[in-house]
């Protein structure tokens, strides 16, 4: 399903904190000077630009250490270092031999190119123009999120949640991205993309499997209610052969893939 989200709509659930991190600003009276001309700049183009949300729900397992659609496998990487238990993200899926059906989700959300584009000719311009499509593209997901849980997929229609409860994610279920610590191996857009078609919101790969347009966000939905974040760390060579052997790719490559995780 796509979602396609105007601007003054997605305001509300822009997580302002990551925006004053990345200007590296501190002071109070700077961070109200900063949301004030963000705000002004975001009215100025609200008629020219969009965000996207792109997602699909499917029936799905755990088998072993890879989630298992009906005709994809999404192969996944565990914990190796410090203390039990090593976590997983398919160990919040019933497994493949409980013979019940699980859920599981998958997105995809961007903006349009021309935010990153646009402001060439102003180098304040352009950075504030790149830092907000970030914002709107985090904040397309918390909106996609949202819907999906309370009406889509449905498993907290009566979630009664403000948006500074949803950024500080005291909803159900977790929303892992791809990139980050608990799925660090960015060539799994490709996955991704083979089950969305990440081009109906105008993203592209890289051979390497990140986003163009930069602002994009994509990853894994999951219900379980005692899903969590957690941070892979470093994997022994051991389990790099596994993956490989489950990506169907050569091991040196994905070796380039996970070199910070090695």
């Known amino acids: 399903m796509k979602i396609v989200f105007d601007i003054p709509s997605l305001i509300p659930y822009v997580n302002w904190p990551y925006f004053y ?69 398919s160990d919040f899926l019933r497994p493949i031999t409980s013979g019940i059906k699980d859920r599981v989700g ?23 123009a790149q830092l907000l499509a970030d914002r709107l593209a985090e904040a397309a997901a918390e909106c996609m999120h949202e819907q999906v849980r309370k009406k889509y997929w449905g498993y907290a229609k009566d979630e009664q949640l403000s948006i500074p409860d949803m950024l500080i994610e005291k909803f159900q ?12 191996d960015t060539s799994l857009n490709f996955v991704l ?39 892979l760390g470093k994997i022994g060579e051991d389990q790099l052969r596994d993956y490989a052997r489950r990506r169907g790719l050569p091991i040196e490559v994905v070796r380039k893939f996970l070199a910070s995780n090695l």
């Open 21 to 89: 991190y990345a200007w590296q600003v501190k002071e109070e009276q700077e961070k109200i000077r900063l949301r004030t001309e963000a705000e002004v700049f975001l009215m100025k183009i609200e008629n020219r630009y969009q965000a996207y949300a792109l997602f699909e729900l499917f029936a799905a397992n755990a088998d072993g250490d890879d989630i298992v659609l009906d005709e994809h496998r999404i192969p996944l990487l565990r914990q190796q270092q410090g203390k039990p238990p090593y976590l997983c993200l």
């Open 106 to 128: 998958v997105f995809a959300t961007s903006v349009d190119l021309g935010l990153e584009t646009d402001f060439d000719f102003d180098p304040y311009q352009k950075m504030m």
């Open 173 to 184: 279920g977790i929303r892992p991205a791809i990139g980050y610590p608990s799925l660090p």
């Open 193 to 231: 993309n083979d089950l969305l078609d990440l081009r109906q919101i105008g993203i592209r790969l890289t051979e390497s499997g990140a986003m163009k347009p930069h602002a994009s966000v994509s990853g894994l939905m999951l219900a379980h209610p005692k899903a969590c974040y957690f941070n």
